[in-house]
């Protein structure tokens, strides 16, 4: 089956970058979305096919990939970045996986 | 703007359906896929399935085979999803989200599910 594998945690202080992994065998040309989940609410989508930004997301987010991995980077990280964020994407039947989840903490 | 608005909380039996109600407004409702996805408390995203609003076709996630139907009823541009047989490991916050190109780009507020005798 199709699985995506993130680290449960990662942690920065304000001001750093944050970089968070997503990796899975399928993901070699399947694109993957970022979602960012704060206590109590619905995701939003931060990141869409790979790199792309949506309207309204700011510029420290962005996305990256390198063949089977994936990276959400927050620069210049705040304190209202803290949240679980979750990596997204299909297989070629379409069914949608999420990875497990990171949660960032901003210290 | 899309709006998602879901039905409201509901507390079942053991073994008994439930069926969450997502009402979409803003946007043509046959346009967009409607996905729908849980989560248990402290847990991460798991995606059920979906449901094609235009041609009412579904594909399920295949832990959910079987137990789970995802339909719609046009006029009233509402997604439903219903789920048989509850268990305890039900207990959830259930969600109704759109799938679009930026991805899931629109979700319902969440249904909390109870599943408890």
């Known amino acids: 089956s199709f699985e995506l594998t993130q680290p449960p945690s990662v942690s920065v202080s304000p001001g750093q970058t944050a970089r968070i992994t997503c990796s899975g065998d399928a993901l070699s040309g399947q694109f993957v979305y970022w979602y960012q989940q704060k206590s109590g609410q619905a995701p939003i989508v931060v990141i869409y096919k790979d790199t792309k930004r949506p309207p309204g997301i700011l510029e420290r987010f962005s996305g990256s990939t390198s063949g089977r991995t994936v990276t959400l980077t927050i620069s210049g990280v705040q304190a209202e970045d803290e949240a679980d964020y979750y990596c997204h994407s299909s297989d070629s039947s379409g069914t949608w996986v999420f990875g497990g989840g990171t949660k960032l903490t901003v210290l | 703007q899309v709006q998602l608005v879901q039905s409201g909380a509901d507390v079942k039996k053991p073994g008994a359906s439930v069926k969450v109600s997502c009402k979409t407004s803003?946007?043509?409702?046959?346009?967009?896929?409607i996905n729908w996805v849980r989560q248990a408390t402290g847990q991460g995203l798991e995606w059920m399935g979906w449901m094609n609003p235009n041609s009412g076709n579904t594909g399920y996630a295949q832990k959910f085979q079987g137990r789970v139907t995802m339909t719609r009823d046009t006029p009233t541009r509402t997604a439903y999803m219903e789920l048989r047989s509850l268990r305890s490991d039900d207990t959830a916050v259930y969600y109704c989200a759109r799938s679009g190109e930026m991805g899931f780009d629109s979700w319902g507020q969440g249904t909390l599910v109870t599943v408890s005798s």
């Open positions: 803003g946007d043509t409702f046959s346009n967009y896929e």
